[in-house]
């Protein structure tokens, strides 16, 4: 079993966890002298009996026949969505969500655990159907697995967790989803964005011009088909562009519409921009200017002033990549953003050599999942996205995530290790 397992993406794990531990400890640790690292009233001592506790979890995954993770992906994920849907009687409500069981002193987030179980269950199903996805009742029930288990997350509310499943999209387009659902969707964003930024009547007077071209460049042959869609697209785009202010000003609370406003510079007023910079982009603004402060090289460890003082909210936790920023400089950032790409690669070049569609497809989940989270949670922390609550993986503060991060990682490495048996 040793030979066969993925040797390079567990050391690659290793030190992601290490760094992050050595960071959260940097942003948690107010002492004089270096603290137990044991001492579970400090969160750097709890991070460290989760990294343990890891271990452990390791040992018990790779212990497990490998056909147990395809035979019972089913279940897995039945209870997965009970454990979301038992947070609404028994949860324990922080920081005014519902998203945690309180088990003695220690509590439990079930979403981190969820998206391995998703993965899982979207495997099992493509890789039975066999489809190619362009039956789009294949494709709905598809959906409806990812679906699930974010409308149960959203209403806790954690938009931030419900909004990782969008990276499954990544895994349906691998396995034969039309590019135009992803070509649609990013489209939308980006008509949501430009109508807030122009207007609608600007945005549907671009989006005339450019579907001008496109007519006038096409196809000769079709153009009276091609009339014909380009027209239904620039009604849409136009219906779309004049919902935007409703949903915007109707729907959106207005923290949400502080942050599209901080996001997309909305406010002409520079002093209420910076007023709303300090409030609701607060932890951006701290975060970007932790980062700023550590130049090339970094502060070093234990002497970032910002970390010490408390500036940066939840440094530990979504904002831990500030610490990195602040301490080890442009030099040690990279070598964290490196590391990352890294993982992501090798995952990738893992999910395409498996010899069965299942642990294809589960490979493909957890690569997207990891992607996701680290690109959303890095372009928050430096400033380019707004702020989701999304935690970095094997670097944020919590026995959840770290567990569900490892749990959904060495399944693949199993699968992975047991390629062989499964061709024969």
Sequence with gaps: MNKKLDWLTIIIYFILVAIGWLNIYSATFSGDTFGNILDLNELYGKQFFFILVSLVMIVIILSIEAKFY?????VIYLISLLSLLGLFIF??????ATSWYAIGGMTIQPSEFAKAATALALAKYLSDIQTNLQDFKDLLKAFGIIALPALLIIPQPDPGSALVYASFFFVLYREGLSLMYLIVGLLAVLLFAATLLYGPLWVCIGTAILLALIYYFGNRKKKQVRLINLAGVLLLATAFS??????????????????????????????????IRKTIGYNTYQSESAIGSGGLTGKGFLEGTRTKGDFVPEQHTDYIFSTVGEEWGFVGSTVVVILFCLLILRLTYLAERQKSAFSRMYGYGVTAIIFFHFAINVGMVIGLLPTIGIPLPFFSYGGSGLLGFTILLFIFLKLDGNRINEWM
Excluded: M, T
Aim: charge should be negative.
């Design 70 to 74: 395809e035979r019972f992906s089913g």
């Design 242 to 275: 004049y919902s935007v202010n409703f949903i915007y000003e109707n729907i959106f609370e207005q923290r949400h519409r502080d942050r599209f406003s901080l996001w997309l510079r909305l406010e002409d007023d520079p002093a209420k921009l910076e007023q």
């Design 91 to 96: 949860g324990k409500n922080v920081n005014g």
